[in-house]
């Protein structure tokens, strides 16, 4: 009878244990998830939103498509795609240049993942829209310039 | 609080194309309550990850100018028909959501 009781506690403090260790092993994405790039998003300008990302002097390259309206009638919604025919591509950041914080995404594609974004962004007042990809260890930009008529941050 | 999420999944060729349009204020922080004038606090989504069939495909960080309710397209090679599409995100209040569809 008191044999039971004992391994019937064993047990107990195993499954105890395991119970910590998933605990432990959930933790780690939410941790993950706590790294978020704060430097680079809260930069105020071009040059520190690139340094908070890691870019320096990034090559201009035409092998990257940056398609966004001409003129935006409305700025808090700019439709913007970017395309990159850069083999190994690994990043994609876009940056409204004349943004308050001018970051405004840093997409990280693993392997298998195609050169390519498209989603919609806020923009302040008329500015060029940035893609900035890293390809092997190497960045390249370009830049398409968006009018906006109506600004999409704030008043 | 947190929304629903739709996500579109369809292969083109080889390639997956995968749509997402997340439910989310995306509030930058910098924008003025028109009634009372205070500033309407920061909500935004800052993390956006996804997996195709528990394998890693979109790992994105996002600040407060992506627009309203963001939309998010991106291509995937490899991924084929049936194929589980998992989408997550996270807010910068620690809300989070996550939705799932299947490659058609």
Redo the contacts between chains.
Sequence with gaps: MNALRRNVLKSAAGAGAVAVAVAAGLLKPTQAMAAWNKSAFEAKSVADAMNGLGVTSPADSKDITIKAPDIAENGAVVPVEVSTSIAGTTRIAIIAEKNGTPLVGNFNLPSGTEGFISTRIKMGQTSLVRAVVTAGGKTYTTAKEVKVTIGGCGG | MAQPMRIRATMAGD?ADI?VLMNHP?E?G???DAKTGQLVPAHFI??VTSTING??????????????N??????????KAGDKVVVNW?D?TGDKNTAEATIG
């Design positions: 390639v749509k995306m930058t910098t924008r003025k800052t993390e394998k890693d495909v979109l790992n994105a960080e996002m600040g407060g100018a992506v627009s309203k963001p939309f998010l397209g991106f291509k995937v090679k490899g991924a996270v910068n």
